[in-house]
């Protein structure tokens, strides 16, 4: 396949997340099946009896808050905004978030030029990397470049993909769905150049939110499939063993996340379960690590294998990950490497476990919560009407069960509440769908490339994980200018 060239990281104003889709889907497809980690890996796979891996998420949102006026203000990082206004709140955090969003560039030379062994997954939405270019935040950019694109540091570091506006795949429509998870490797090709995009083969939701409706499930994990992942990220809470319908009993083995639809199609992909709560304390204080301590290594595939525990927590939030992790993880990376139990990373550690002739159908099958309940009255292939029949009769049975899909707690529902922005959200969504998707528009003209933006932007958790009030109207504003872009530039 013909290389492809460097892309540029904006385009007239805009992060560059359209244009190019076709040679991206070409690049992932091609590289699908090369290892990327194991023959540079440097660990005595055979020799270890358990590991951890440890993903920072980080994410802030975009807010028309650039000026007084909302109807007028322009689009700016709620970073900036918090730089801006650091009397007010927490914003005096600002500053500190900006050092943890480039504090790995420093951590990970400082251990390798040890000659230690760290590792470290990095998950940043799209809105936090445009952010960091609107803002001129080159320190933060060339420190994430450096341990990205530089031979000497990107083995120890893995980057996730992610929805490119941090929405939560649930609720938000599927075709919308699969713009975000282009648009996300789109932006980081052009940021970070195609090579290191190829070496993206896991993805990490948005609040960790897993669609447990059959259809909306298998057009989601379709999507990744289809988009060149591998595995995905999953909360422990939020699938089930397909034979009885309780959790997962080996929760620090690779599972195989089944998902079927109303027709009868199927499709899956490698689950990594992240275990227990998101409290930030878990990542900051390096509890994945100390759990994997206990543990030795466990059959799979008529195989002994060591155990990963696997930990992800935003990057940023919280006294004890802005103070406390540096010098923890500096603690467990001395003290690791070279050990009977190191830090891994994912990929790294599946591409030792097929290296050993361990098989993805070895993996422990599952499938997203609820679904055993519906297999037990609805049989695949009877159609999406008869579906919807069974879901809503075990609504009535069960107040419990829902389609609402699974997230990092289940205090919180991603559309109970929330119909003040999310009427918005659907109505611009099939604003888009109705006059630009359907015209199948010149994908790297600024029209579409500028709708598309606004859509993705308007759609990212944040308007509802805050609640009501100045979040909820910074979506409604967002979905506004959204709708006036496509009424005028696609009459």
């Known amino acids: 396949m013909k290389p492809m060239g460097k892309l540029p990281e904006q385009i007239e104003g805009l992060p560059n997340i359209s244009g190019s889709e076709i040679d991206i889907e070409n690049l992932m497809t091609s590289t699908a099946g090369k290892p990327i980690f194991v023959n540079d890996s440097r660990i005595p796979f055979h020799r270890i009896k358990s590991a951890c891996?440890?993903?920072?998420?980080?994410?802030?949102?975009?807010?028309?808050?650039?000026?007084?006026?909302?109807?007028?203000?322009?689009?700016?990082?709620?970073l900036q905004h918090m730089m801006n206004n650091q009397g007010i709140g927490d914003n005096h955090n600002a500053p500190v978030f900006q050092w943890c969003y480039k504090r790995m560039g420093d951590f990970i030379p400082q251990y390798a030029g040890e000659g230690k062994q760290p590792r470290v997954m990095l998950e940043y939405?799209?809105?936090?990397?445009?952010?960091?270019?609107?803002?001129?935040?080159?320190?933060?950019?060339?420190?994430?470049?450096?341990?990205?694109?530089?031979?000497?540091?990107?083995?120890?570091?893995?980057?996730?993909?992610?929805?490119?506006?941090?929405?939560?795949?649930?609720?938000?429509?599927?075709?919308?769905?699969?713009?975000?998870?282009?648009?996300?490797?789109?932006?980081?090709?052009?940021?970070f150049g195609t090579e290191a995009l190829e070496r993206v083969r896991g993805f990490s939701p948005s609040e960790m939110a897993l669609p447990?409706?059959?259809?909306?499930?298998?057009?989601?994990?379709?999507?990744?499939?289809?988009?060149?992942?591998?595995?995905?990220?999953?909360?422990?809470?939020?699938?089930?063993?397909?034979?009885?319908?309780?959790?997962?009993?080996?929760?620090?083995?690779?599972?195989?996340?089944?998902?079927?639809?109303?027709?009868?199609?199927?499709?899956?992909i490698i689950a990594i379960i992240k275990t227990q709560g998101s409290d930030t304390k878990l990542v900051a204080q390096m509890q994945p690590y100390y759990e994997a301590k206990s543990l030795s290594t466990w059959e799979l595939g008529g195989r002994r294998v060591p155990p990963l525990v696997t930990q992800i927590a935003d990057g940023e939030n919280?006294?004890?990950?802005?103070?406390?992790?540096?010098?923890?993880?500096?603690?467990?990376?001395?003290?690791?490497?070279?050990?009977?139990?190191?830090?891994?990373?994912?990929?790294?550690?599946?591409?030792?476990?097929?290296?050993?002739?361990?098989?993805?159908?070895?993996?422990?099958?599952?499938?997203?919560?609820?679904?055993?309940?519906?297999?037990?009255?609805?049989?695949?292939?009877?159609?999406?009407e008869k579906l919807a029949k069974t879901v809503e009769d075990l609504k009535k049975m069960d107040h419990r069960f829902h389609?609402?899909?699974?997230?990092?707690?289940?205090?919180?529902?991603?559309?109970?509440?929330?119909q003040n922005v999310l009427d918005p959200m659907l109505k611009?969504?099939?604003?888009?769908?109705?006059?630009?998707?359907?015209?199948k528009p010149e994908t790297a003209e600024h029209r579409y490339r500028n709708a598309l933006f606004h859509l993705l932007t308007s759609q990212t958790s944040c308007f509802r994980y805050w609640g009501q009030g100045d979040w909820t109207q910074y979506g409604i504003e967002i979905c506004r200018r959204g709708m006036d872009i496509i009424n005028y530039d696609f009459k």
């Open 318 to 384: 919280g006294g004890v990950m802005m103070n406390e992790f540096p010098s923890k993880y500096g603690d467990v990376v001395n003290e690791c490497s070279g050990s009977e139990t190191v830090l891994m990373n994912v990929t790294e550690y599946l591409e030792h476990l097929f290296a050993l002739g361990v098989k993805e159908s070895d993996f422990p099958v599952v499938q997203p919560i609820f679904q055993k309940v519906i297999w037990e009255r609805f049989t695949p292939g009877q159609g999406s």
């Open 428 to 439: 611009l969504s099939s604003l888009f769908n109705e006059k630009v998707l359907s015209r």
């Open 125 to 191: 939405s799209g809105t936090l990397l445009y952010g960091f270019q609107q803002m001129g935040l080159n320190d933060v950019l060339d420190n994430l470049k450096k341990i990205t694109m530089d031979p000497k540091y990107r083995n120890y570091v893995e980057w996730l993909g992610a929805p490119w506006g941090h929405a939560v795949a649930p609720s938000t429509p599927v075709q919308d769905f699969k713009l975000h998870v282009k648009a996300w490797q789109h932006h980081f090709a052009a940021m």
């Open 403 to 418: 389609m609402d899909g699974g997230s990092w707690t289940n205090n919180i529902s991603w559309v109970n509440g929330y």
């Open 212 to 268: 447990n409706h059959p259809d909306v499930a298998y057009e989601y994990i379709k999507t990744l499939k289809e988009c060149g992942y591998k595995w995905l990220l999953v909360q422990e809470h939020t699938v089930e063993n397909t034979l009885d319908g309780f959790g997962p009993r080996l929760k620090h083995l690779p599972h195989r996340l089944v998902c079927r639809n109303s027709n009868g199609d199927e499709v899956s």
């Open 53 to 78: 891996a440890v993903a920072l998420h980080m994410h802030q949102p975009l807010i028309p808050a650039g000026g007084g006026d909302l109807k007028t203000a322009t689009i700016i990082s709620n």
